[in-house]
């Protein structure tokens, strides 16, 4: 299993900007599809974007779509999330999580079919 590390987040005022980063381990993070998600205080986690193997590949949950871009870099093992236009909302902790191989649209959302995940980064959005 891959080791997982995200940065980046912090407080940032409505209509804002920040870019989470997850940094792995491992010679093969190019293999993993790797996801964000995201737990406001008092709710459940919630699947926020994804990317697979291909940078093409990516898929986003509908509250940030237009929003938020995901990307990776696996020369630098590292997955990143360009938040813009931030609201009160997108308050949360931020979670990367990673899956060795390949998922169908509909399972890259589903928490339990990633296999390593990352402590979080608090993400804080003033309005």
């Known amino acids: 299993q891959v080791q997982l590390a995200e940065s980046g987040g912090g407080l940032v005022q409505a209509g804002g900007s920040l870019r989470l980063s997850c940094a792995a381990s491992g010679p093969t993070f190019s293999t993993y599809t790797v996801g964000w998600f995201r737990q406001a205080p008092g709710k459940e986690r919630d699947f926020v974007a994804a990317?697979?193997?291909?940078?093409?590949?990516?898929y986003y949950a509908d509250s940030v779509k237009g929003r938020f871009t995901i990307s990776r870099d696996n020369a630098k093992n590292t997955v990143y999330l360009q938040m813009n236009s931030l609201k009160a909302e997108d308050t949360a902790v931020y979670y990367c999580?990673?899956?060795?191989?390949?998922?169908?649209?509909?399972?890259?959302?589903?928490?339990?079919?990633?296999?390593?995940w990352g402590q979080g980064t608090q993400v804080t959005v003033s309005s």
């Open positions: 999580a990673a899956h060795l191989g390949t998922m169908s649209s509909y399972g890259l959302r589903i928490q339990s079919n990633y296999d390593s």
């Open positions: 990317i697979g193997w291909s940078a093409s590949i990516t």
